[in-house]
């Protein structure tokens, strides 16, 4: 099984740019597959991936994710096409449609049909990448303007059709266009014993185009945090967990919440949502339950970890994120060595010597 972490925006290693530079370099050093971007409403995705394409060699850089609405397409396929080839080619490009507080509240744009501008994003994007003229009409997007002055332009980069496009989504309509139209799946939200909740709709979309599951590269994976301190560490990832069913998104719109509800935890989605918009957080923290933060991460003692990672494995995925939880960039990496040790012991895969690393 590949690995791959992320860095930046709502998900990475914190404000200190320098143990973010440290952390991706490291996890190449490890030989970690992928490192992607966050963007949420802090740091951009596109920004850092330029930097590390310089100081870096192997690893393979994406955007996790760039969000569609604060971009017109041509430009998403020019800042594509930049970052391919500042990465000689180890450009992943990672999209997604983000949520309604954030594409309202920041971005000014409606978050209707969000499927359909995804779609129509993907159309625009993919005829950019092939050195075609954009010309385009839709219900988002008309290119060109029919009453302007503005002709169809072909990109003057080079084309490159085959750069891989991955796309974060959680509902299954979304779930389906990814099986239909991308490359990979940077799936969050994601409990193994439940993977046919979001591989069911992503096979029917490949079918559709003529593909199978085993065509995609699903990525998922959870919180990292191997000890033996069980208890202490789901109580520390549980205040995380509520601000995902009960925050991240409007009352009527959380697609993390859905995802969850779809898993088997209907009830207990729906009670922190209601406790978290009624602004009883310590409330709405403590009804998380513990199983949910166990299932849904990578959690535990070494024995347990390593049970979760062949879950994730026995579910199909074929690509495990890794996001380390520690005070410290140090405590990060030796989490993250530690994984990879699991992930080596029960493959047979030699890892990277850790040079001083504890675990």
Not at 35 to 50: I, K, L, P, R
Not at 213 to 222: C, H, I, K
Not at 255 to 265: I, S, T
Not at 281 to 287: D, H, I, N, S
Request: with cysteine; aromatic share 6%; proline share 5%.
């Amino acid at each position: 099984m590949r690995t791959s972490i992320s860095f930046g925006g709502a998900g990475g290693t914190g404000d200190d740019w320098s143990d973010v530079v440290e952390y991706v370099r490291e996890a190449e050093r490890l030989g970690v597959d992928d490192a992607w971007s966050a963007e949420a409403w802090g740091q951009d995705a596109v920004t850092s991936v330029a930097y590390l394409a310089a100081v870096t060699s192997r690893i393979r850089l994406g955007t996790g994710i760039m969000q569609i609405t604060a971009r017109v397409p041509p430009m998403i396929a020019m800042t594509a096409l930049s970052l391919d080839l500042m990465t000689d080619g180890r450009f992943l490009l990672g999209l997604g449609v983000s949520g309604p507080q954030v594409v309202e509240g920041m971005h000014g744009v409606r978050f209707a049909r969000p499927v359909e501008r995804l779609r129509e994003t993907l159309d625009i994007v993919e005829m950019a990448l092939r050195g075609e003229r954009i010309g385009y009409q839709g219900r988002h997007f008309t290119l060109p303007l029919p009453d302007g002055e503005g002709k169809a332009i072909a990109l003057s980069m080079a084309p490159r059709p085959d750069l891989p496009i991955y796309l974060a989504t959680l509902a299954p309509r979304s779930l389906e266009l990814t099986g239909e139209r991308a490359q990979g799946w940077l799936g969050t939200s994601f409990v193994p014993e439940r993977a046919e909740v979001f591989f069911e709709p992503v096979a029917r979309g490949a079918a559709r185009a003529g593909r199978t599951l085993s065509d995609l590269d699903l990525q998922v994976g959870g919180r990292l945090c191997i000890t033996d301190d069980v208890e202490e560490t789901v109580a520390k990832l549980k205040p995380t967990m509520a601000f995902q069913l009960g925050a991240m998104g409007s009352a009527t719109t959380n697609f993390y919440n859905d995802a969850f509800r779809r898993a088997g935890w209907d009830d207990a989605a729906r009670e922190v949502q209601r406790l978290w918009l009624d602004r009883r957080r310590e409330k709405a923290v403590a009804a998380v339950p513990d199983d949910l933060v166990l299932r849904s991460s990578l959690v535990g003692t070494p024995d347990m970890v390593r049970e979760r990672i062949r879950l994730h494995r026995d579910a199909g995925v074929t690509t495990l994120r890794l996001s380390p939880i520690g005070d410290t960039l140090q405590e990060r990496l030796d989490q993250l060595a530690r994984a990879l040790d699991l992930l080596g012991a029960d493959s047979g895969v030699a890892i990277p010597s850790d040079d001083g690393l504890d675990g």
